[in-house]
């Protein structure tokens, strides 16, 4: 079956404020390389500092919750250092880590919440979740962050318990909210009898964004955007498949400065890097 996630919708289509830097061939390099007969064609996909900084920041916290007494031991954060293996990374990701580690242990804020789930964020993918929308029925793959419980004073007297997914960030770039979108669209199906909520918390700032909900006509009309995605997802990568001629007109390139951070710019030919 057709298969959607946030990572498919945005190799599709950027971000606002992202169009200048959005090229649809490095999606065709990422999903083609399995039908690829030629290994040598192989990309390893390589972390950037921002990327490396957000994994180790959510393994930090994964790692205080496992071991809570960590939270309140004095060398707490270097403990949970030697677990990431921190000083093994380059200065600058040591030390953003580590300031965020600081931060996390003076202010665990997550401690007081209902936590239902807190991934590492180096776990399988999760199983998909069937989504039907009238004819259209695809798989949609969500990964979270964590997940925490909550009844929110208003819902007492009706017994609504509320599920709020959340997910981790770092830097100082805005979230995409189309990420939000999908946590509730896959949030409706997996906690049907919980009102479900998104946010972002920041980890590096330590900020928290509003609390982000849709409406049953918002959900379909996600649900409705996805399907769209990973039909002609599909249609493109059997395309290529059968003429394998086609992957520029299929994909096509977006050269720019962004060519310098690209995973495929060694193999691309429109390298602008
Ligand atoms: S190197 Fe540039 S043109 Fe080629 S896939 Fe990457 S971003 Fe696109």
């Known amino acids: 079956m057709e298969f959607a996630s946030y990572h498919l919708w945005s190799q599709f289509e950027p971000a606002l404020g992202w169009e200048d830097t959005h090229c649809q061939m490095q999606r065709g390099w990422r999903w083609t390389q399995t039908a690829r007969s ?3 064609h192989s990309v390893p996909f390589t972390e950037t500092i921002w990327q490396k900084v957000g994994k180790l920041a959510q393994q930090g916290v994964y790692e205080f919750h496992r071991d809570p007494l960590l939270l309140k031991h004095p060398r ?3 403990r949970v250092a030697d677990r990431l293996y921190l000083y093994y990374e380059v200065a600058v990701v040591r030390d953003r880590v580590m300031q965020i580690l600081r931060q996390y242990q003076a202010d665990p804020w997550l401690r007081d919440r209902q936590i239902v ?7 399988p993918i999760p199983p998909p979740i069937e989504v039907c929308i009238n004819e259209d029925n695809f798989y949609l793959y969500a990964a979270f962050d964590c997940i925490v419980r909550s009844v929110e004073r208003e819902f007492v007297a009706q017994n609504r318990q509320q599920i709020e997914i959340i997910d981790f960030k770092t830097g ?8 939000a979108d999908v ?8 906690y049907p009898d919980f009102d479900v909520v998104a946010s972002f918390y920041n980890l590096e700032t330590m900020t928290s964004s509003e609390l982000i909900t849709a409406t049953p006509e918002r959900l379909d009309d996600i649900a409705h955007k996805l399907a769209t995605i990973a039909k002609l997802h599909q249609q493109q990568l059997q395309a290529y498949q059968l ?6 007109r299929l994909f096509p390139p977006h050269p720019g400065t962004h060519c310098r ?3 495929f710019n060694y193999h ?6």
């Open 38 to 40: 030629d290994d040598s």
């Open 76 to 78: 707490g954060c270097e």
């Open 117 to 123: 789930l807190l991934n590492r964020g180096d776990e």
């Open 172 to 179: 100082i770039a805005d979230p995409d909210l189309r990420q």
């Open 183 to 190: 946590y509730l669209l896959a949030g409706k199906y997996l």
């Open 243 to 248: 003429d394998p001629t086609s992957f520029d």
């Open 261 to 263: 951070a690209c995973n």
């Open 268 to 273: 691309c030919t429109y390298s602008a890097a």
